[in-house]
């Protein structure tokens, strides 16, 4: 009994030493479940894609849940309608409303996103840095789903949903 816990503690030990010798800039596998940030930092620019669609009842329930979870709705009101920030719902995208440009703002947060190149392209009543939420929101699949939820309550001019094809 004794020598099998030995064991099982041996193992556990390699496999983190294992763990702990995998060189820090590796790339992941792309079905790996990472953190939004080391999601972001690994898909070149203009490639992130939510997997989940708009229309799918079950992940727009858990995206919206998450959203209360993640204190998303502090700032931007229980359905993203706006409350002391902008609103989510609107066709005013601040910098683009895309699913790359979304994920990576709230990754990185908006001073991150803008050191990153990206530019503001719009403004809402309200005026402030959007923190990064990489560190917070735990998996870039939670982040999907709060996305997924994000666009359903969308209620702005439908040729503008992902960004305004002026922008
Ligand atoms: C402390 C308040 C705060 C919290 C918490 C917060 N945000 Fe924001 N968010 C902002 C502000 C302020 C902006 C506008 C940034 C700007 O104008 O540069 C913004 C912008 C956004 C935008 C772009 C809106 C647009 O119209 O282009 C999205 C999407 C967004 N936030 C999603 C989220 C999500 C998802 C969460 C939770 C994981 C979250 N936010 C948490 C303050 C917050």
Redesign the pocket.
Known sequence: MRGSIVIACVAGVIASLIWAGRPSGAAPAANEVMTPVQRADSTPRGKLKNPYSDTDAAVVAAGNRL?MN???S???GGTGGGG?????T?D????G?DDDT?FR??AYG?QELQAKGYS?K???N??????P?GG??KTDDD?WR??AF?RANYHGAPQCKYGCPAN
């Open positions: 959203f993640y204190a998303c502090g700032c931007h002391m920030c902008p609103p989510l609107n005013i995208w601040v910098y409303g979304l703002l709230v908006s503001r719009g403004q809402e309200v005026v402030a840095p959007m923190p939420m917070i929101v982040l709060i996305l994000v």
